[in-house]
């Protein structure tokens, strides 16, 4: 896959820029910023980006693979893209946060365009902290970054964009699931399951399907399968 990276010092938010103009521009462009001032993260929430941090959106068009799994292949390639740049592991928790060293040095969100249940198009945004040092109250127990004199912005950049190209292009043989299974700090973990139209749900992560949902064995002894929500450590 071909990608066109347009490069800005700061924007409201680069899946907002993208998603404006995204009729105009082709399939693989991809916006990066070093700063945003109206960052987005899931569930409405803001993503503190100052200019130590990595922010870019992906515009893709013509996709057949659905944004939930758009996100867990994205997640698979910032893993592997920051162990390549920096020899770093970092771990995921189901669905789009990235860990490192117990603190969550990157979100994904990936926004799709829909027209008569068709994937227009789909704008998947990546937000990485590099070394920011001091966040905001209310995340500064959560955040954290990769670590001091991080200045490899673009060489991270092409090979997040690289894994990303291949694991979309392999994405049928399945072997992108394995990997993030292996790196999922959800997986046997005790969770509560907040979603948008249901009451919280307890129970234990015991997988992750090919749709990228995270199966979970409920307190009663019962087998759901979250598409939507978020999965918090209890
Ligand atoms: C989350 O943690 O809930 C997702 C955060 C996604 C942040 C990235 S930064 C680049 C792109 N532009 C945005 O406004 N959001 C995404």
Same mark, same amino acid.
């Given at each position: 896959m071909?990608?066109k990276?347009?490069?800005?010092?700061?924007v409201t938010?680069t @899946?907002?820029? !993208?998603?404006?103009? /995204? =009729?105009?521009?082709?399939?693989?462009t991809?916006?990066?910023a070093?700063e #945003?001032?109206?960052?987005k993260?899931?569930?409405?929430?803001?993503?503190y980006s100052p200019?130590?941090?990595?922010?870019?959106?992906v515009?893709l068009?013509?996709? #057949?693979? +659905?944004?939930?799994?758009?996100?867990?292949?994205a /997640?698979v390639a910032?893993?592997k893209?920051?162990? =390549?740049?920096?020899?770093i592991k970092? #771990?995921?928790?189901?669905? @789009?946060?990235?860990?490192?060293?117990g603190?969550?040095?990157?979100?994904?969100l990936?926004?799709? /365009?829909?027209?008569?249940?068709?994937?227009r198009?789909a704008i998947v945004g990546?937000g990485?902290n590099i070394?920011?040092?001091?966040?905001?109250?209310?995340?500064?127990?959560?955040?954290?970054?990769?670590g001091? +004199?991080? @200045?490899k912005?673009? =060489?991270l950049?092409?090979?997040?964009?690289?894994?990303?190209?291949?694991?979309? #292009?392999n994405f049928s043989d399945? %072997?992108? !699931?394995?990997f993030y299974? %292996? +790196?999922?700090?959800t997986l046997?973990?005790?969770?509560?399951?907040?979603?948008?139209?249901?009451?919280?749900?307890d129970?234990?992560?015991?997988?992750?399907? +090919?749709n /990228?949902?995270?199966?979970?064995k409920?307190d009663s002894g019962e087998i759901?399968?979250?598409?939507?929500?978020?999965a918090?450590?209890?």
């Amino acid at each position: 896959m071909e990608f066109k990276i347009i490069k800005k010092d700061i924007v409201t938010s680069t @899946n907002d820029v !993208l998603k404006k103009d /995204a =009729e105009k521009y082709e399939s693989g462009t991809v916006l990066c910023a070093k700063e #945003q001032t109206h960052g987005k993260g899931r569930s409405g929430r803001s993503f503190y980006s100052p200019p130590t941090g990595l922010y870019f959106s992906v515009l893709l068009k013509g996709e #057949q693979i +659905n944004p939930s799994v758009l996100t867990v292949l994205a /997640a698979v390639a910032v893993m592997k893209g920051i162990r =390549e740049t920096y020899g770093i592991k970092t #771990q995921v928790k189901w669905v @789009n946060d990235i860990f490192y060293d117990g603190r969550k040095v990157c979100g994904i969100l990936t926004e799709g /365009a829909f027209k008569k249940n068709k994937l227009r198009h789909a704008i998947v945004g990546i937000g990485i902290n590099i070394s920011t040092e001091i966040f905001p109250d209310e995340i500064k127990n959560i955040a954290g970054s990769l670590g001091e +004199n991080m @200045n490899k912005n673009d =060489e991270l950049l092409i090979k997040i964009l690289d894994n990303f190209s291949y694991e979309i #292009q392999n994405f049928s043989d399945g %072997k992108f !699931l394995e990997f993030y299974k %292996k +790196n999922c700090l959800t997986l046997g973990r005790k969770v509560r399951l907040i979603s948008a139209d249901n009451s919280p749900v307890d129970g234990v992560a015991i997988d992750i399907g +090919n749709n /990228a949902e995270l199966i979970v064995k409920t307190d009663s002894g019962e087998i759901k399968k979250i598409f939507y929500g978020e999965a918090q450590f209890i």
